[in-house]
């Protein structure tokens, strides 16, 4: 079953966040496994919500690629995260 991911990075910028990006080097290209994702600035920081095949692929993602890189970027503390299994997700053709 596919799952949300929720997760606040406080103090975090949006230059950060693409500084994350351009370092796990993914282009257009999703990670196996990942459905969709998006990001936000906040007041708090920034907000990133992804969509996963399962949690085991998310977590392994993220300990080998987010993690590491978040903390390379500047972003000192881990997110909080809320997790959610997902009931239906729309998209587009791949989706």
Not at 6 to 26: K, P
Not at 36 to 64: M, Y
Not at 79 to 92: A, S
């Amino acid at each position: 079953m596919a799952v949300a991911i929720e997760m606040v990075f406080r103090g975090a910028t949006l230059a950060q966040y693409d500084d994350v990006m351009q370092m796990m080097d993914l282009g257009d290209t999703p990670p196996e496994g990942a459905i969709f994702h998006w990001v936000a600035a906040t007041p708090e920081g920034i907000k990133v919500v992804d969509v996963w095949e399962s949690l085991d692929q998310f977590n392994r993602f993220a300990g080998e690629n987010i993690m590491p890189n978040t903390q390379k970027a500047g972003i000192e503390a881990p997110p909080e995260m809320t997790t959610h299994e997902v009931h239906n997700h729309l998209g587009g053709p791949d989706a």
